[in-house]
């Protein structure tokens, strides 16, 4: 179902992909970027929509969905082929396995049947849950973070949060609407980014550039 605040969520989603995509090529250059994150969020869009070819979901979606793979496979690309030399390997140093395999665990656990499309598209909705701690890592790291990268950060959390008042809406709006496993996860996911969000607006309103403590 769509309203204001899925819409707006997933168009803020776009604007955060269009600001890292801006950044390395503008900058030729990825630092501050973690690769983990993004090769996390790539497999999150090639499980999620394995069905983008067999199954029609209209185009609003199926424009989205094109967009989510091509521009995370993109990305990977860039990193670790024309400015792989700028990619700060040595800060990016949560590995993806910690996250990966109890992602697997939790979707054999929580899936609603055990059909390979059931159990990848649970898989996906999880590890999305997580993918960017990776990143925090980083920049946790890197001392003072550069807007850029902020802003990236700030637009996904604010996707996340205005898809909490999509799902408000919809259960409100439509009389069947439960969605558990997306609301668990989705909180989760939406936590993680309160914490940078915090040290965000606490920069701004003192005038100073934002760092995280390690």
Not at 24 to 47: D, P
Request: include cysteine; charged fraction near 15%; proline fraction near 2%.
């Amino acid at each position: 179902m769509y309203n204001i605040f899925r819409v707006s969520g997933d168009f803020l989603h776009l604007i955060s992909i269009f600001i890292i995509l801006t950044k390395i090529i503008r900058q030729r250059s990825c630092y501050g970027i973690s690769l983990r994150t993004q090769e996390l969020y790539a497999i999150v869009f090639i499980t999620r929509y394995l069905d983008l070819f067999t199954t029609w979901t209209g185009l609003y979606n199926t424009l989205f969905k094109i967009f989510y793979l091509a521009s995370s496979i993109y990305i990977v690309y860039l990193m670790r082929k024309p400015y792989k030399l700028t990619y700060d390997h040595r800060r990016d140093v949560f590995r993806s396995i910690f996250l990966i395999i109890p992602s697997v665990v939790l979707a054999l656990i929580f899936t609603a049947n055990y059909r390979p499309m059931e159990i990848l598209w649970t898989f996906s909705i999880i590890l999305e849950s997580v993918a960017i701690f990776p990143q925090i890592i980083l920049l946790q790291q890197s001392g003072e973070i550069e807007n850029v990268t902020a802003n990236y950060v700030v637009c996904l959390g604010g996707y996340r949060a205005l898809y909490i008042l999509n799902w408000i809406y919809r259960l409100f709006a439509e009389k069947h609407y439960r969605a558990w496993l997306v609301w668990v996860f989705g909180l989760i996911q939406t936590g993680i980014y309160s914490d940078f969000a915090y040290y965000f607006v606490k920069a701004y309103l003192e005038g100073k550039k934002l760092s995280l403590p390690k």
